[in-house]
């Protein structure tokens, strides 16, 4: 199979074997991929990642490992199904006993153990092939296209932030900082939470593309030198997707006194 695999900071497209799958396993053959500005983070170093990345994608299981009254049974469910993914390989996925701390505590998403698709110790997604344990895959509905399931990863990213933080959903007042992908579908779930939502952000197109109701847009100055905030617009909720460290400053500036910052940005080399 034909993949892009990052090594030393660079993109190269190679030639591979179709990966193997064990029992509990499916081989996914991926028909859309995202890219995400983590993917870009990971070209500059982030998690020291070598391999495959891509954790955006949609897809369609091929097979699933394993034999057996199990295995066939597995591959009734799940064969030529559309489908997407978990992107965290957690204690549950890797058949690993007893569950680590955070496993236990209901927080698998941050498992002691994990692997991440496209992210860390797993192959992703810009490869024709992908693999993943079966529990991490949802069955896309057959009237969503695949333009629209590619979205599930960062959509459910944006969701995260009113599962962590239900204030900031009805009635409140919140800024979100950048107008990329994530900036994009963050707007739209807290303005269909009923929050009234102001997106900062440096492109004229893009913060266009975010003119639906309960959104207003804000494009942020290129400012140089000290004083940031001073005159800025102070708001209760701020969420930061800028994707930079620049953002992050911009960010604090423009929370209120006992306001809430909602970290949404990945990048390398802060901490
Ligand atoms: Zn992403
Ligand atoms: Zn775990």
């Not at 990971?42 to 369609?60: C, D, K, M, N, Q």
């Not at 692997?115 to 992908?130: C, K, M, S, T």
């Amino acid at each position: 199979m034909l993949t892009a695999r990052v090594r030393n900071r660079r993109l190269a497209v190679a030639s591979r074997a179709i990966p193997r799958i064990s029992t509990g396993w499916a081989l996914v053959r991926v028909r859309l991929a995202g890219i995400c500005n983590t993917d870009l983070e990971i070209l500059r170093g982030y998690h020291g990642f070598h391999g495959t990345p891509g954790h955006e994608f949609v897809g369609e299981v091929a097979a699933c490992g394993g034999s057996g009254a199990g295995h066939r049974a597995a591959e009734r469910r799940w064969v030529g199904r559309r489908v997407v993914g978990e992107i965290n390989i957690t204690c549950r996925g890797l058949g690993l006993r007893p569950l680590c701390e955070f496993c236990r505590r209901g927080m698998p998403t941050h498992c002691a153990r994990r692997r991440v698709l496209g992210i860390v110790n797993q192959d992703g997604a810009f490869a024709e092939y992908l693999t993943l344990p079966l529990v991490n895959l949802h069955a896309v509905p057959e009237s969503l296209p695949d333009e629209c399931a590619v979205f599930t990863e960062p959509l459910a990213a944006a969701c995260q932030i009113l599962a962590q933080v239900p204030a900031a959903g009805r009635g409140a007042s919140v800024a979100v900082l950048g107008d990329g992908k994530l900036g994009q579908l963050i707007v739209r779930v807290l303005a269909a939470a009923g929050a009234g939502v102001t997106l900062h952000g440096r492109h004229r197109r893009k913060l266009a593309l975010a003119a639906v109701r309960g959104v207003s847009t804000e494009t942020i100055a290129r400012r140089t030198g000290s004083g940031s905030g001073r005159g800025q617009r102070r708001f209760p909720f701020v969420v930061d997707a800028t994707g930079s460290p620049d953002g992050l400053a911009l960010a604090i500036g423009m929370t209120e006194p006992r306001g809430t910052l909602i970290l949404k940005s990945t990048f390398h080399g802060l901490w």
